[in-house]
């Protein structure tokens, strides 16, 4: 398990950054943290490591949104989903050409693919996160080696 700890939002955004440019294509890493822990502002940051321009905003009534840059972002938020078995074609996007981020993955814990990242971000006070990343599978596991390396 890897740590890191924010203290502004412009922080985890940089973070998110940092981490997007080891990423690839299939990727998947699922954003857990309470409402406004900072999930969307680190998706923010991925973005903007993809050159995306369009801004990006919490997708709660749409599910997925797609972002198209240097390389497309599948941004879900499953939350208003809740504990659904509605199937919505999540593998399309998990192994699809671009990056998966998912809000609230644990309401599609069984559509979920095989392998992915954690990222859990936590607050503890007001602007400070505490934001962890935990593998599941080994690509993640390589994943958290190159994040060790380089962050
Ligand atoms: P979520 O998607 O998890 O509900 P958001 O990213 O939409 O959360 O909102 C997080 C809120 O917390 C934003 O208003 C952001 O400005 C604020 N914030 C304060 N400090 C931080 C920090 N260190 N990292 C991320 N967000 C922070
Ligand atoms: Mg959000």
Redesign the pocket.
């Known amino acids: 398990m890897k740590e890191w700890t924010t203290t502004t939002p412009e922080e985890t955004t940089q973070l998110a950054q940092d981490i997007a440019t080891h990423l690839s294509p299939g990727t998947v890493l699922l954003l857990e943290g309470d409402?406004g822990a900072g999930?969307?502002t680190f998706?923010k940051g991925v973005a903007k490591a993809l050159n995306i321009k369009r801004t990006v905003s919490?997708p709660?009534f749409t599910i997925i949104k797609e972002y198209k840059g240097t390389m497309p972002l599948y941004h879900m938020?499953v939350y208003r989903l809740g504990e659904s078995e509605e199937d919505l074609g999540f593998e399309e996007y998990f192994y699809g050409e671009g990056v998966t981020l998912v809000?609230w993955a644990h309401l599609i814990q069984d559509q979920l693919p095989e392998q992915y990242g954690v990222l859990r971000i936590e607050r503890i006070g007001d602007e400070v996160r505490k934001i962890t990343y935990t593998p599941v599978g080994d690509k993640y596991e390589k994943l958290e080696k190159v994040l060790e390396e380089s962050l």
Do not use: Y
Request: net charge negative; aromatic share 0%; no cysteine.
């Open positions: 409402l999930k969307t998706t919490s709660t938020d809000e």
